[in-house]
């Protein structure tokens, strides 16, 4: 009866090409996730400006979108990667949620490396599904870390979020 198995040869061999293979591979697989977890929080605002627009049409009121620590309360500090929420702003105090307002949905702090900058305080919809004010509202979400991927979400009167790869 012969037995079989592995030499220590073979079994060198094997573990020096394991870790050619991980040392090359393992970088660009870490680019890949933060990539993917800056495209994952650009997705998570958008979600939250279109669900803004398309309540404040529903509603037929002002809803709006505005930076949030607690999850509860517009934060008066403009840092928009401690979350978001959007809620019922049917008072007419832009930015300030109230007893007349109802918080929708927040939205947790950006994870891993990722920080988010943008143009103002707050974003207010009208009930025909357009931004108040006149001037723009941009957004844009980097990655600190070595794969440097930003995200840029662009707000115009009309009211349509859009994400693009390039400042607005």
């Not at 309360?73 to 307002?101: E, K, L, N, R």
């Not at 979400?153 to 607005?168: D, E, N, Q, V, W």
Request: hydrophobic fraction near 45%; glycine fraction near 10%.
């Amino acid at each position: 009866m012969k037995c079989r198995g592995f030499t220590l040869v073979e079994m060198m061999i094997t573990v020096v090409v394991a870790s050619v293979v991980l040392t090359l591979g393992v970088p660009s697989f870490r680019s890949l996730i933060q990539s993917n977890r800056i495209a994952a929080q650009s997705n998570d605002l958008m979600t939250a400006l279109h669900l803004a627009r398309s309540e404040a049409v529903k509603r037929g009121l002002s809803v709006s979108v505005c930076a949030s620590a607690d999850g509860q309360t517009c934060s008066s500090v403009v840092d928009w990667s401690t979350g978001w929420i959007v809620f019922t702003d049917a008072s007419g105090v832009a930015g300030v949620v109230d007893g007349s307002d109802a918080v929708l949905r927040s939205w947790g702090a950006l994870t891993g490396d990722a920080t988010l900058s943008c143009t103002g305080a707050f974003l207010q919809y009208r009930a025909l599904g357009t931004v108040a004010g006149s001037a723009g509202f941009d957004l844009s979400i980097a990655d600190a870390g070595p794969s440097g991927a930003t995200r840029y979400i662009c707000i115009a009167g009309p009211g349509r979020p859009l994400l693009a790869t390039s400042p607005c």
